[in-house]
């Protein structure tokens, strides 16, 4: 029987190139007018592949929220004032082994959806429910639209949880 | 052309068009740029003003880039469009509706230049083009997209082949092998076809089995017997067949 961890390992650790160039792009963009956030954009694209790029592995749900993260500062850094986030605290999260991008890959999908069907601002919200995350997107500015929501498991659920 | 090129830059992501906006308008070759946000204000752009090009983002909301670029199409003389784009995969489609050139963000100020002086030959073409034959005897051909899709050896899908890296085509049944400055390439269309298409670009049929990128040749050395040998650039040896040899020295005045 194949290990699920081993299972999902190729599609978790795929990166985006549409992603990645985006990225870089608007990190050139702030070169002349603001180095600073132009040398944060190139830092956190760094985390985030290596994150990805080390290859399956056994991680926390705390790393993966913590790229998460990373992940949606770098999706602001692309669209500034268009995305609002909230996020859990890491001590609401289940203790659990997942993979890296088994939380990222597919909220960045959803985001991904959202942001292209529209302009205006999106909200992600990520929220712990057990041995799951709970992720819903809606539109603040637009209150009558329907949001959506989508359960995200966190794998292989472990007794106890993580401080 | 009597000036610099207007550029219209259309992309959702208002970093990314910082960033062009940004480069096209440090280039020597660009008069005026314009941006927008989304297809929609970038009709609103063209149905107030000329604009020589595009520069086109593919995945936007509402209206994607491909869908703004066929309806380009249907304009009586559509600007150019050359796609900027983080989607490398997007390559085979965007060539599919004839737009001028293809760039991967972020883009190279080098690369960059190269598309604006495609755009500039294109509007030259155009331009020679409406003064007709009693104009001012500029060169009426409209550049076009000129690359071709070859099977990809590799993991399948197609890769672009520029016409200007390839040195020749050499028949293969109703198949044609093309040397290029990358390798070598099977295309599903026969020479005769390849003889039509891209004799404007340079090519000659020098031979049955062959279709040559004359500025990729450098000796033409004749044979005793009448016909005649092509040298390449890289050395390659092309027979020219006897009944091709003087139409070749006429083209190539020699």
Known sequence: ???????????????????????????????????????DVLAELGAFLSHRLR???DISPTEELEHVGVY??????????????????????????ILPGDV?????QALGRWLAQKPGTVRVALRARDDALDLQLDRPDEPGEAGERLRIPLGVATAGSVT | MSSGLAILAVDDEPRALTDIKRLLETSASVERVA???????????LSGG??????????????????????????????????LTGHPDAAVEAFEVQALDFLVKPVTRERLESALTRVEQHVRGAEAAKAGPTGDGAEATVTGPDVVAV???????????????????????DYARIVCDDGRFLLRTPLSQLEKDWGASGFARVHRAYLVNLKHAVELRAQLNGT?????RDDTEIPVARRNVAALRRRLHA
């Not at chain 1, 990222?104 to 960045?108: I, K, M, R, T």
């Not at chain 2, 590799?154 to 040195?167: M, N, Q, W």
């Not at chain 2, 005649?228 to 390449?232: F, S």
């Open chain 1, 1 to 39: 029987m194949q290990d699920p961890i081993q299972g999902r390992a190729e599609s978790g650790s795929s990166v985006s190139v549409h992603f990645v160039n985006n990225v870089l792009a608007a990190a050139a963009s702030y070169i002349e007018e603001d180095p600073e956030t132009a040398r």
């Open chain 1, 55 to 57: 290859g399956p592995r």
């Open chain 1, 72 to 97: 949606l500062r770098l999706e602001q850094a692309r669209f500034p004032g268009r995305i609002e986030v909230e996020l859990p605290a890491a001590r609401d999260l289940p203790s659990a082994r």
């Open chain 1, 104 to 108: 990222q890959a597919p909220l960045s």
């Open chain 2, 35 to 45: 941006t927008a946000t989304s297809a929609k204000e970038a009709l609103v752009y």
């Open chain 2, 50 to 83: 000329r604009y020589d090009a595009l520069f086109l983002d593919v995945a936007m909301p509402e209206i994607e880039g491909m869908a703004l670029a066929r309806l380009l199409r249907r304009f009586a003389d559509p600007p150019a469009v050359v796609f």
């Open chain 2, 151 to 173: 099977d990809n050896p590799k993991g399948g899908g197609k890769r672009l082949v520029r016409l200007e890296t390839i040195s020749f085509a050499q028949a293969n049944g």
């Open chain 2, 228 to 232: 005649a040998v092509l040298i390449m």
